[in-house]
């Protein structure tokens, strides 16, 4: 049975799904090339935009104005390499080895947590740092979720409408990671588990009066979580108002709106951008888009927002085609992660949501970010191989 025939929510694992695809004799399809090459241009993009983002701050901090930009182009090639690795690795072994990942996981959220272990930075302790390469477990819970989730609900799809086996047992250990994320603390890596997680809860088949009556715990728990610690409020109400307090809270907000405006339709020229020169907050991290903006314009921002869009499209479309449903939902979680937080970024810099402290995948500096992007490239190209392999 073809469980794409089905409504969403109403898949069953075939009884008979054929031998396994990744033990099949015959052809390797290879390359999804379009993936590949789509994948490629935002990581190109993303080296350019660090180096021409991050060239004055690195003068003047490192003496080296190609620090970043080295580093970056050091964390793509071994992040491309990794890509290759993840498309020749049949992702039904995940399904055998995914209580031993999340318990690594949970294990490094924990560990991140000590002094000594961790670094702390800014009041904030999320980085395991080995010499000058630091690593953010926080970024790959959100793949160790999925593929949980994605186990999950597969094993559980004939119970997944109940309340405590379908909606409440994930969630419970979703809250988990989520607990010791914010114990970090990250906000913002927090709340995008959440909405990773309601997305695949309801691709998946629980019920929507059980994910719309969760709604009711996040507002008081939102009130605690912002309202109740001071620079989370100043962030909302720089968010309401950034004029208010143009020199305080609202002073980056207000300069990615600066570097917005004044891009014009295209741009001041690359390497032209003068919000960069110590107005923005790390402007080659999280506000790499009004960047982009500044130097290439509106232009430049429909196209990135563009192709974050094709490949959102792309890899839905591609992850319906699985034949089994645990390749579907994998390839699903895959495809809203991304795209998620690539339109969240967009969003915070151009003053539609609160800062959140987000980057912009595969274009912002950072080795875990892009690392973790590319992976999952990789796990999806051997997903959608493995589905073209089994229809030919």
């Known amino acids: 049975m073809n469980p794409l025939s089905e409504p969403l929510g109403l898949f069953e694992e075939p009884a008979a799904a054929g031998p396994d695809p990744a033990r099949e004799q015959g052809r390797d399809p290879g390359f999804d090339f379009m993936s590949l090459g789509l994948t490629l241009v935002l990581v190109l993009l993303g080296i350019v935009m660090v180096y021409s983002a991050s060239s004055r701050l690195a003068a003047e901090r490192y003496h080296n104005s190609f620090y970043f930009v080295q580093k970056q182009v050091g964390f793509a090639l071994f992040g491309f390499l990794a890509l290759v690795c993840f498309r020749f690795i049949p992702y039904q072994v995940y399904r055998r080895w995914v209580y031993w990942i999340m318990g690594a996981s949970a294990l490094s959220l924990v560990l991140v947590l000590i002094p000594g272990i961790g670094t702390r930075v800014g009041g904030a302790s999320r980085w395991f740092r080995f010499g000058g390469i630091s690593f953010q477990p926080a970024e790959f819970s959100k793949l160790v979720l999925i593929l949980f989730l994605a186990y999950s609900m597969t094993k559980k799809q004939a119970v997944i409408k109940s309340l405590t086996k379908g909606f409440l047992f ?64 100043a962030r909302v109400l720089s968010y309401l108002n950034p004029w208010g307090d143009p020199l305080g809270s609202g002073f980056h907000l207000i300069h990615s709106f600066y570097a917005f405006g004044s891009g014009g339709l295209t741009g001041q020229g690359l390497g032209e951008s003068h919000q960069k020169l110590f107005y923005l907050p790390e402007p080659h991290t999280d506000f790499i888009f009004s960047i982009i903006a500044e130097e290439l314009g509106f232009l430049g921002v429909l196209a990135v927002a563009l192709l974050f869009l094709f490949f959102m499209v792309r890899s839905l479309r591609l992850a319906l085609k699985g034949r089994d449903l645990f390749g579907l939902y994998l390839a699903t979680g895959i495809s809203v992660m991304i795209s998620l937080q690539a339109f969240i970024n967009m969003l915070v810099v151009m003053g539609l949501l609160p800062t959140k402290g987000l980057t912009l995948p595969f274009i912002s500096y950072g080795g875990t970010s892009l690392l973790l992007n590319l992976v999952c490239v990789g796990i999806l190209m051997n997903i959608t191989a493995q589905n073209r392999k089994e229809a030919t």
């Not at 979703?174 to 995008?192: N, W």
């Not at 997305?199 to 019920?207: D, M, Y």
């Not at 009066?209 to 109740?228: D, G």
């Open 170 to 233: 994930h969630v419970g250990v979703v809250l988990i990671f989520v607990a010791l994320v914010l114990a970090e603390p990250d906000l913002g890596m927090a709340i995008s588990i959440l909405l990773l997680t309601g997305v695949l809860l309801f691709v998946g088949g629980v019920r929507l009066k059980h994910l719309s009556l969760s709604l009711l715990a996040v507002f008081p728990l939102a009130y605690f979580l912002v309202w109740q610690v001071p620079y989370r409020r």
